[in-house]
Nanobody, 121 residues
Framework: QVQLVESGGGLVQPGGSLRLSCAAS????????MGWYRQAPGKQRELVAD???????NYADSVKGRFTISRDRAKNTVYLQMNSLKPEDTAVYYC???????????????WGQGTQVTVSS
């Protein structure tokens, strides 16, 4: 059993910052890519940023220069530092990870439960 547990969401004013964390736990052999997605009301879930096992990063154009993704391999944790937040960043943010477990063949996708980020004055 693998779990992804997110934390760090909340209400912040425009221009403010938040840091999201997502820790993976359970029967984990290895973790490949980890990432953050978001879904705003009435919109499809979209990729915000991801990071490979080797540390290569990829960002949505809308967050480049404002958000930074990082990971701590020893802690099986991925972070999303969000600066200069805008009202349009308001969404539920989901953690995603490609995880290999003893029961599987190759890596399977796992998702966190989501954490709400609201940017409003």
């Amino acid at each position: 059993q693998v779990q992804l547990v997110e934390s760090g969401g909340g209400l912040v004013q425009p221009g403010g910052s938040l840091r999201l964390s997502c820790a993976a736990s359970g029967s984990i052999i290895s973790i490949a890519a980890m990432g953050w997605y978001r879904q705003a009301p009435g919109k499809q879930r979209e990729l915000v940023a991801d990071i490979s096992s080797g540390g290569s990063t990829n960002y949505a154009d809308s967050v480049k220069g404002r958000f930074t993704i990082s990971r701590d391999r020893a802690k099986n944790t991925v972070y999303l530092q969000m600066n200069s937040l805008k009202p349009e960043d308001t969404a539920v943010y989901y953690c995603n990870a490609a995880i290999t477990t003893p029961a599987g063949w190759g890596a399977d996708d796992y998702w966190g439960q989501g954490t709400q980020v609201t940017v409003s004055s």
